[in-house]
């Protein structure tokens, strides 16, 4: 899914205009991107959590000449699913595979 397909499907689910739906969807993902610069933790309860893990400095090398590099730490984005979205997630690909029927449609979402 794609960020057009998951705005398309806002605007479809809660019945607004795409444009509306965009500006819902954009400000979730600001908000995420906010919480994370500043090393706050996201939770997000029946699906996980998003934050920030810290790589030490290490030695790499520069895959065209062979030459070593130093590749300064950084923080990188991480999501931890929760286990019900990974019960889900089983869930679902086990009754296709049982069956023999393919993908199967998730079940709609519960409240958050």
Do not use: H
Not at 35 to 55: A, V, W
Request: aromatic content about 6%; proline content about 9%; hydrophobic content about 35%.
């Amino acid at each position: 899914m794609t960020k057009a397909d998951l705005i398309e499907e806002v605007s479809r689910v809660v019945e607004m205009t795409r444009k509306d739906s965009e500006v819902i969807v954009e400000a979730i993902f600001d908000s995420i991107v906010r919480s994370l610069r500043t090393n706050d933790k996201i939770e997000i309860r029946g699906f996980g959590s998003f934050r920030t893990r810290q790589r030490q400095s290490r030695v790499g090398r520069n895959p065209k000449t062979g030459a070593r590099v130093e590749v300064p730490p950084k923080r990188i984005p991480y999501f931890k699913p929760s286990k019900e979205l990974k019960d889900l997630v089983n869930n679902a690909a086990a009754a296709a595979a049982s069956d023999g029927a393919g993908p199967v449609a998730p079940p709609p979402p519960s409240s958050f």
